[in-house]
């Protein structure tokens, strides 16, 4: 079995990490209805609160979702990379 170089376990690494480009997407487009809300309450203008308010609640719930299965994920990958640079003989690629 042929042992990887640095430059392949950089690689791989890179290609299996959790990225942060969707979760922090994500997060900047389901905030906004909140931080309309926000604003509708500091102008005290109440026309849309109902509606701002209905949005909110599961966009805050969606953003909670999507970063515990960020970190959920970032763990895993560690544990992974750990598991290998321990024990790479275990590994077939």
């Given amino acids: 079995m042929s042992h990887l170089n640095n430059k392949d376990i950089k690689e791989i690494q890179k290609a299996y990490k959790p990225g942060l480009v969707i979760p ?11 931080l309309h809300l926000l604003l509708e309450i500091i102008d005290k203008n109440y026309s849309r609160l109902l509606l701002l308010a209905i949005m909110s609640a599961p966009l805050i719930a969606y ?20 598991s290998y640079l321990r024990n790479p003989e275990n590994y077939i690629w």
């Avoid at 515990?68 to 992974?80: A, L, P």
């Fill in 24 to 34: 922090i997407c994500t997060t900047l487009i389901c905030i906004a209805p909140y």
């Fill in 63 to 82: 953003i909670t979702f999507i970063w515990t299965r960020y970190f959920y994920h970032m763990r895993k990958y560690k544990d992974e990379v750990q």
